[in-house]
Nanobody, 129 residues
Framework: QVQLVESGGGLVQAGGSLTLSCAAS?????????AGWFRQAPGKEREFVAC????????RTADSVKGRFTISRDGAKNTVYLQMNSLKPEDTAAYYC?????????????????????WGQGTQVTVSS
């Protein structure tokens, strides 16, 4: 069982920055999985934000956050990060970390929530105008 715990959310003014962390607990080695960040605003569907390959060599970022958000991972700390800069009110949402059981080059598209088998509980990000 893969257990993921997100942290780092909070309230920030527009233009500010936050760094979200996703830590794998127990005997889970998150470096074994493709990892992704998704977000869900009230009344909206969960949407893809970014994903990163097992080694961190490849990433993919949603157009809506490209140039502002960066996904990274630290195998030694068993953690995946989402650095968020130039935040906008429309970035307000619950942010979720997820682990994908398929390799980077296989399975469903990595922007598809269905390709992720394990999810964290989420962390709230609120951006005030």
């Amino acid at each position: 069982q893969v257990q993921l715990v997100e942290s780092g959310g909070g309230l920030v003014q527009a233009g500010g920055s936050l760094t979200l962390s996703c830590a794998a607990s127990g005997r889970t080695f998150i470096s074994s999985y493709v990892a992704g960040w998704f977000r869900q605003a009230p009344g909206k569907e969960r949407e893809f934000v970014a994903c990163i390959s097992e080694t961190g060599a490849f990433t993919r970022t949603a157009d809506s956050v490209k140039g502002r958000f960066t996904i990274s991972r630290d195998g030694a700390k068993n953690t995946v990060y989402l650095q968020m800069n130039s935040l906008k009110p429309e970035d307000t949402a619950a942010y979720y970390c997820a682990a994908n059981i398929n390799p980077w080059t296989g399975g469903l598209s990595k922007v598809d929530t269905r390709s992720y088998a394990y999810w964290g509980q989420g962390t709230q990000v609120t951006v005030s105008s």
